[in-house]
Nanobody, 128 residues
Framework: QLQLVESGGGLVQPGGSLRLSCAASGFTLDYYAIGWFRQAPGKEREGVSCISRRGVISNYADSAKGRFTISRDNAKNTVYLQMNSLKPEDTAVYYC?????????????????????WGQGTQVTVSS
């Protein structure tokens, strides 16, 4: 059974950092692009970042550019989202997604409807 499990969320002060992990089971992650999304209370789900299956191509939402870095370790079947310079507006539940049914990370990677499988999410709270 295909599963995605996010971890690494928590409470952090503004300006702090967190590294989220997305671990896959039931399938070999390195065959697929992986995306990160987030959803804040009362807001729609937002695409954050996407990484191609070999890690050559990555895509970021404007809100994440320059602060977040997506990476993958296919040997560990895990994708990471390093988040630096966190702001209160980054507070959300963060989800990873697998099996992009769109064309590429660049064109479709930040569109939620283009992904087939989702994890349960990890809460990130940025507050002083």
């Amino acid at each position: 059974q295909l599963q995605l499990v996010e971890s690494g969320g928590g409470l952090v002060q503004p300006g702090g950092s967190l590294r989220l992990s997305c671990a896959a089971s039931g399938f070999t992650l390195d065959y697929y692009a992986i995306g990160w999304f987030r959803q804040a209370p009362g807001k729609e789900r937002e695409g954050v970042s996407c990484i191609s299956r070999r890690g050559v191509i990555s895509n970021y939402a404007d809100s994440a550019k320059g602060r977040f870095t997506i990476s993958r370790d296919n040997a560990k079947n895990t994708v990471y989202l390093q988040m630096n310079s966190l702001k209160p507006e980054d507070t959300a539940v963060y989800y990873c997604a697998a099996i992009l049914i769109g064309n590429s990370c660049t064109s479709d990677g930040l569109i939620g409807s283009k992904w087939r499988y989702w994890g349960q999410g990890t809460q990130v709270t940025v507050s002083s």
